[in-house]
């Protein structure tokens, strides 16, 4: 049987990108305040996370919730950032919580540890460490994570995105300062189905989410050894194509 999966903020590139990936893998409803240009015949509900009933309207009869909705940007401000992803994210745990969902997968980011040095390698037990508010407010989601699979039976898994690219992007260039965190948005897609097909004894993880690129700014041994994850593409050898 094909596990029901909630996608919020599915009208956004990412959420649209898996939705159109996943064709025949779960039984999707998608939810987001617009409606994404192609539902690929899943249902949606049309929804503004930071309204607590609407979203708890959302997660009955759902099995796993992969919480995308937010505001992306790293120079949002507060007055967008407290709605949308501190008000919002409370509102999906909770919601699961009490729906009785198996598990919330939680898209982190980068920017919760980006204020390393580009020449040390993060791994998932290095303290946090975001240079901005948007970075802050994934690690309060981070957080929120863990007090729910502290104190509930829902199982909770935090994937730390970092630059969200498309493979044949020609901004993918040797010189660019993101390329050691590049993710293609297929091993993004291959990253959550691991998280979302996990084994149920997970109770609370955080994973790096990079590519196989030939330098990692983040560690992904933990996420290849427990999710199974095995990204395909490397963001160095994409560039040298580009440059040729």
Not at 74 to 95: C, D, G, K
Not at 129 to 148: C, D
Not at 195 to 207: G, L, N, S, T
Request: charged residues 20%.
């Amino acid at each position: 049987m094909k596990r029901n999966v909630l996608i919020t903020g599915a009208a956004g590139r990412i959420g649209s990108f898996i939705t159109a990936q996943w064709a025949g893998r779960y039984d999707l409803i998608l939810s987001d305040v617009r409606a994404p240009a192609e539902t690929h015949g899943h249902p949606f509900h049309q929804a503004n996370l930071s309204d607590f009933d609407a979203v708890r309207a959302l997660c009955d009869g759902v099995d796993t919730v992969v919480h995308l909705g937010a505001d992306p940007s790293m120079q949002a401000t507060w007055e967008s950032l407290l709605p949308n992803n501190v008000i919002a994210t409370y509102n999906v745990f909770e919601s699961a919580h009490q729906a009785g969902c198996r598990r919330v997968i939680f898209a982190s980011s980068v920017n919760a540890v980006l204020g390393y040095p580009h020449d040390v390698q993060v791994n998932i037990n290095m303290p946090i460490r975001p240079i901005n508010l948007y970075g802050a407010t994934k690690v309060w989601g981070e957080a929120v994570a863990s007090s729910y699979a502290a104190q509930t039976d829902l199982s909770c898994i935090c994937l730390r995105f970092g630059w969200v690219v498309d493979r044949n992007s020609p901004d993918i260039k040797i010189d660019h300062p993101y390329l050691d965190i590049a993710l293609t948005y297929h091993d993004l897609a291959r990253l959550v189905a691991c998280a979302v097909d996990a084994p149920d004894e997970i109770d609370y993880r955080i994973f790096h989410g990079v590519s196989n690129n030939r330098w990692k700014r983040l560690d992904i041994s933990a996420a290849r050894a427990i999710l199974g994850y095995d990204p395909q593409d490397d963001a160095f050898e994409i560039a040298k194509r580009n440059a040729a």
